[in-house]
């Protein structure tokens, strides 16, 4: 696998929340409450497919030899996946959108920096996802392809275009320049391709480990879609739009994963 491909599968995810941020030069003002729940629901079902199809059935896959329990390692590994979640939740002061109470230690951070950690916490898994499905892939593993590979890079970058654009049209509303919202859009998904590389570079050392580490970054995704998408996509009236586009995603993330990665 060329260096190239490896720089464009961590960078493409990257690139999807920076175009997504890059909506507050185009657009005014914030997005409506009910634009903003389909296109977390829609984010929600592209990270519950890509945990699943990409990330836990390769893990099980892999342990096929030891038979009836085949299944233990993606359970450790996904089980220190949300406790990874869980611990970063409480030491990492952050906001919710659509939420009064800041999360985490008390501090004395704006609003607007804690709503880019609450972003960045839950990109945070997503770069683990693609860095550990790229050494996967570079380690020879019949069980992850090139073009599944690539299929994680791309359903993670559709659903964080609007992620840059909800999290960057919010803080041009609230006052910031449409550069500081921009760039602050722009900060939250960096932590993906650095997040990416430093798994890749463990999981090339650790190959063995490989099972528990794509079932690890199923946890973190999964923790982050129980704990903060849901909850978001199902806020007001009128919530089933965020269902309806849920299932969009699942079942594009599914078309992606399989179509590519046969």
């Not at 019949?142 to 909800?166: K, M, R, T, V, Y």
Request: glycine residues 12%.
């Amino acid at each position: 696998m060329s260096v190239s491909s490896l720089f464009w599968g961590l960078m493409i995810p990257f690139i999807g929340t920076s175009a997504g941020a890059a909506c507050v030069f185009c657009m005014r003002g914030a997005l409506r409450d009910s634009v903003q729940r389909a296109l977390t629901g829609f984010a929600s079902g592209v990270m519950v497919a890509a945990s699943i199809w990409s990330l836990i059935v390769p893990a099980m896959e892999q342990c096929a030899n030891m038979g009836r329990l085949a299944f233990l390692p993606a359970v450790v590994g996904f089980w220190l996946g949300v406790l990874f979640l869980l611990l970063l939740d409480r030491v990492t002061p952050h906001l919710h959108r659509f939420s009064e109470q800041s999360e985490g230690p008390r501090t004395k951070l704006a609003r607007t920096t804690m709503m880019v950690l609450a972003v960045t916490l839950h990109n945070i898994p997503e770069g683990m996802a693609v860095g550990v499905v790229y050494a996967g892939l570079r380690s020879g593993s019949a069980q992850i392809s090139a073009g599944g590979a690539l299929a994680l890079a791309l359903g993670i970058a559709i659903q964080n275009f609007p992620e840059g654009a909800i999290i960057s049209l919010p803080l041009r509303a609230e006052g910031k320049s449409r550069l500081g919202a921009f760039g602050d859009g722009v900060l939250s998904g960096a932590v993906e391709p650095i997040a990416g590389l430093i798994t890749l570079l463990a999981a090339q050392r650790v190959g063995p480990a490989m099972p528990y580490l794509l079932s690890f970054a199923a946890g973190a995704m999964l923790y982050v879609v129980v704990e903060e998408l849901i909850p978001e996509m199902s806020t007001g009236a009128h919530s089933n739009i965020g269902v309806v586009m849920f299932s969009a995603g699942f079942t594009l993330m599914m078309a992606l994963d399989v179509g590519l990665g046969g």
